[in-house]
């Protein structure tokens, strides 16, 4: 299964909302996706599991939708450490990552 | 508190070998599947291999099949991956990562900071 996430690069501006989206070349179980957020010179790490279960730790200003093939990742009322690269995963057989959204603060 | 704590990055040639750690702590080792996960230089992320909880069974990419072992040591609590036939396209940060289920394939919940690899001549 590959994921393919869209845009490449997302500007938006503070206060606003961010939607990422996640795209696989087949469909998935709704259980089976994960979002990551890796800031500049950091690990990453898990926000989103399950499609829209929020880690533990994760304010509720981050949400996760979808099903099938299609995939959402929304970022709420937009402060200035989301600026990060996102990526959504998959672990419906071997794990595998879409090549990631930037998320620029406009 | 988990801390994964990986080592053994290093400078190495093409064609050469390098072995991975990852010393684990502040969970039970034995009942969480793991797994490497690398970052090439300005790149996505790129799932590498899993083991399970009990060492049993393992999975790799297809770019690392054949070249690369993942294991684990219950009683040091400590994950590997030997890596036998270095390329330059292996070049990246190898990050240590665990699974929030016994299986290896799952979402990481826990990440390591990461060890750099380089491979050129």
């Known amino acids: 299964v590959v994921l393919t996430q869209s845009p490449g690069t997302l500007s938006v501006s503070l206060g606003e909302t961010a939607t990422l989206s996640c795209r696989a070349s087949?469909?998935?179980?709704?259980?089976?996706i994960a979002w990551y957020q890796q800031r500049r010179g950091q690990a990453p790490r898990v926000l989103i599991y399950?499609?829209?279960v929020r880690a533990t730790g994760i304010p509720d200003r981050f949400s996760g939708s979808g099903s099938g093939r299609d995939f959402t990742l929304t970022i709420s009322r937009l402060e200035p450490a989301d600026l990060a690269f996102y990526y959504c995963?998959?672990?419906?057989?071997?794990?595998?990552f879409g090549q990631g959204t930037k998320l620029e603060i406009k | 508190e988990v801390v994964l704590l990986e080592s053994g990055g290093d400078l190495v040639r093409p064609g050469e070998s390098l072995r991975l750690s990852c010393e684990a702590s502040?969970?039970?080792?034995?009942?969480?599947?793991m797994n490497w996960v690398r970052q090439a230089p300005g790149k996505g992320l790129e799932w590498v291999a899993g083991?399970?909880?009990?060492?049993?069974?393992?999975d790799y990419a297809d770019s690392v099949k054949g070249r690369f072992t993942i294991s684990r040591d219950s009683s040091t609590s400590t994950l590997f991956l030997q890596m036998t036939g270095l390329r330059a396209e292996d070049t990246a940060i190898y990050y240590c990562?665990?699974?929030?289920?016994?299986?290896?394939?799952?979402?990481?919940?826990?990440w390591g900071q990461g060890t750099p690899v380089t491979v050129s001549s």
């Open positions: 990562a665990r699974v929030e289920s016994a299986w290896f394939s799952y979402y990481f919940d826990y």
């Open positions: 502040g969970f039970t080792f034995s009942r969480h599947g």
């Open positions: 083991v399970s909880g009990s060492g049993s069974s393992t």
């Open positions: 087949q469909s998935i179980s709704t259980s089976y």
């Open positions: 399950g499609t829209s």
């Open positions: 995963q998959h672990y419906d057989t071997s794990p595998a």
